[in-house]
Every structure is written in C-alpha cells, then in structure tokens.
C-alpha cells in the first residue's frame, strides 16, 4: 500500500518526528511504500502543505483566538470565516498529494488530537470523506491534556473540538500511545483505540564515542574528567528541568564531592577538586523564554553550572553554515548520567532513549510512567511520584527524596558494577518490551 505519515513537522528532535521515523521504517520492512507529508522539514524530506507548519504565522493567530481571547476578529462569525477560508486552502493541497501520490492509507500524527490547527482537523477530516480514504490516526496528545487547549473561547470552537478532535468515522482507527489516554478516549468521545506504546530499535549499532565525537567534550567547553549530567529533553515547563538542577546540586554536596574525589569514576577517570559537574541542556529551547531565566535563576541559587547546547545538536550529524554539528546520540554517548524529570510526557520516547545508550538515569516518575512502563521492572533513581508547584510555577519534590536521588547518581557515577548491572538490565527489559519487533505486531494488526 502507499501511505503517507503526516505532521505539523518531520525530521527534528521532537518525540512525534521520531516515532514516525520509526513507524516508516517498519511499515517499509512490512513491504509497502511511505511518504512523509508535513509543515516543515528538518533533516528529512517530505512534500510540505505550508498551512501545516507548526508555527505558521495565521494559524497561530487562530490558537490565540481560539484559546485565550477572540480579539483579532469583529465576532465569532468573522473568525469562522477566516477558518474555513484557510481550511479550503489546506483541503486543497491535501487532496492534491493524496492524487499524486495515490494514497491508500493517510496516517495523520495529532492533526486529531493536540488542537493546535483547527483547519488542518476540519481539512483532513472532509478529505477523507471525499476520496474515501482509510486513516489511522496516531493520537500522541489530546488537547484536553493541555490547559490551554481546554476550553475554547467561543461555541464554534466548542463544536470544532467536540467534532474533530477526534472525529467519528468508520474510515479512520485511531492509535493512542497510553493506557490513560485510551481509558479517556473511550470515556469522553466513546472512541475506541489501540495503544501502541513508544519503541526503539535496539538491535541497531549502540552509541559510542568515535572518531566523529570524541571531541564533543573539548567542543563545549568540558575535560575529559568532567562530570557531564545530560537533560536531552526540549526546554519546555513540563520537563521540569528544575528537579534535575536540585539533584545536580545536592550532588555537590560536601559529602558526595568527598565520595567522587575518594573514588574513581566508573570508568576509571579521576574526579578531581579542579573538575566540574556540567548539567548540559541538549534540546531545542521552546515556548516560554520566562522558563529558562526561571532555570538559570535557580542554577545560580544552588551554584549549578548549566550548558545550554541545541546550537550544534541536528537531527543528524552535519556541518551547518561551516559549523561541526552533533546528533542528539553524541551527547548520550558523551554523557556520565541522564536526568528525565518531566512531570508529565505522552509516554517517553528519551527514557528508552537513554535506555539504549546505557546511561543511568535519574526518573520523576509521571502518570505513564506508573501505568504504562513501571510494571517492566527498570531500575531508575527516582525523584518519587509527588511534587509540589512553588515560586514561578517551578516545581519541587522533598528533600529527603532528592539526597537519595543525589547518593544513588554517586554510587553510579564511581561503582562501575553498579552502574553495569542497572543499565544491562534496563536495556534487556526494554529489548523485549519496547523493540521494533513489537511495533511491527502492532503495525501488522493495524495495516492488514
């Protein structure tokens, strides 16, 4: 069959781009032919309809109009023409690519859920129906799993997240990546949906440091005995990179530092009073700018060095405008310690990430995570499952939680069968449950 995987955007770091990565190489294995169909395109090429980029100067016009205040438009009426106008632009392109690439099946990733392009939802619905085209429909997020989207700020809004976010057809199937979601599914649409949980390839080649990134660490401005503590995740609120900043700190505590300079590291470098312990921020700053002064505040308040860093990360290794980029993968092969402290993610794409790099990792444990990947059994150094929300909106777990967090990282950091215990059994747990294999059952129901 030929099916085309679609999104606000493809080919970046973001946790949508990289499943449906995933998804076209195994729908590829499986014999049929994929095409990417998106708003933008970062290192990966895909036919663009531009009313789908993710930042596309009128739709988020029409965000703001629709979720914080109607004040672009006389009335309500006026707004919905302006919606519809877009919206036939958009069927256009679609229905174009979908005759020129002669679709069996549209995969469309958040177009029916996430809210966040009203006339893309309504287009790509209306389409289908036309052409009578197949859909499977892969839900990473619901709008109502975001505060802004909750409640729209008129009826017509109200009517277009009740009809298509998702809609009802016996055309489409739709996808969930949790238990959660699909209970609420069910619950407020009365919509069936399979769970297909996030995967990663864990046959592939593992990540090393070679002759491409070995001088990662030199190029950043670290030594060789540095300690390199990596938060890969994007700079977003609900990431709460402000927990990894209290570990990092309780780390430095007198007692720690003494442990580190008392003992080797893991593998076999010298810890020293002249060497540092380095929180690198690899992802791609998004949203609110308030969010990173928050961050650099607190930092500096716990004397904790941070390492802003998305400026040489690429999808893919690459020189871009005479500049040696790394891929995210560097930094994991580069890095003593992972932190993945989000206090909510759809699944958690960079858990099994650092997974497979064999990294210890430091976990707040959020609802998926309890319902959808604990019973695995992985052995993580956990910031608990309870937080509170203090000055700023950043968040905070209690003390005693972080000091333990603090003395397991150490014990990872300088007990070298320690560490090789916990992250050959986490990698063989998420070899069995979280592998290409499995989303290729998946993808075999789905697809037949």
């Not at 442990?259 to 700053?285: D, Q």
């Not at 333990?404 to 150490?410: I, L, P, R, T």
Request: aromatic share 12%.
């Amino acid at each position: 069959m030929n099916i085309a995987l679609s999104h606000f955007r493809i080919g970046e770091t973001d946790g949508v781009s990289l499943e449906m990565e995933k998804w076209k190489l195994i729908l590829e294995k499986m014999g049929h032919k994929v095409f990417y169909l998106a708003g933008s395109e970062g290192n990966t090429e895909a036919y663009i309809i531009p009313e789908l980029h993710y930042k596309e100067e009128e739709n988020l016009k029409f965000i703001e109009n629709a979720f914080v205040k109607l004040e672009d438009f006389k009335n309500e009426g006026e707004f919905k023409n302006a919606i519809e106008t877009y919206t036939k632009r958009t069927e256009k392109h679609l229905e174009e690519f979908i005759k020129k690439y002669k679709v069996d099946v549209l995969v469309p990733n958040n177009i029916w859920s996430r809210g966040w392009n009203i006339p893309a939802a309504i287009a790509f619905k209306n389409i289908i129906e036309k052409l009578n085209i197949k859909c499977v429909a892969h839900n990473h997020d619901f709008y109502w799993e975001r505060e802004k989207f909750v409640k729209g700020t008129c009826d017509y809004v109200e009517a277009c997240l009740k009809d298509y976010f998702p809609p009802k057809s016996n055309l489409i199937k739709h996808v969930v990546i949790n238990e959660i979601a699909r209970d609420e599914l069910k619950g407020r649409k009365g919509l069936s949906s399979v769970n297909v949980p996030n995967v990663f390839n864990y046959s592939a080649p593992l990540w090393t440091v070679d002759g491409y990134n070995n001088d990662f660490r030199k190029t950043i401005g670290l030594n060789d005995n540095d300690i390199l503590i990596l938060q890969a995740t994007r700079i977003v609120e609900r990431k709460a990179i402000e927990l990894a900043i209290d570990v990092v700190s309780k780390i430095h505590s007198e007692k720690n530092l003494n442990t580190l300079y008392a003992k080797r590291l893991y593998n076999g470098r010298v810890f020293t009073k002249e060497n540092r312990i380095v929180l690198v921020l690899a992802g791609l700053h998004e949203f609110s700018s308030k969010y990173i002064e928050y961050l650099k505040q607190r930092a500096k308040e716990r004397d904790v060095e941070l390492l802003l860093i998305n400026d040489i990360i690429e999808d893919v290794r690459c020189t871009k405008e005479g500049k040696k980029c790394y891929s995210l993968w560097d930094a994991f092969a580069n890095s003593d310690l992972v932190t993945y402290p989000s206090i909510y993610e759809g699944w958690g794409n960079q858990f099994l990430e650092t997974v497979f790099a064999k990294k210890p990792v430091v976990v707040y444990e959020y609802p998926v995570y309890l319902t959808d990947i604990k019973s695995s059994g992985f052995d993580i150094i956990s910031l608990g499952s309870k937080h509170t929300v203090g000055e700023n909106g950043l968040v905070n777990v209690e003390n005693h939680i972080l000091e333990n967090a603090a003395k397991k990282s150490v014990e990872v950091l300088t007990d070298n069968l320690c560490r090789n215990n916990m992250i050959e059994k986490n990698f063989e747990i998420a070899k069995q449950n979280f592998s290409y294999d499995s989303l290729e059952k998946y993808l075999t129901e789905l697809f037949q």
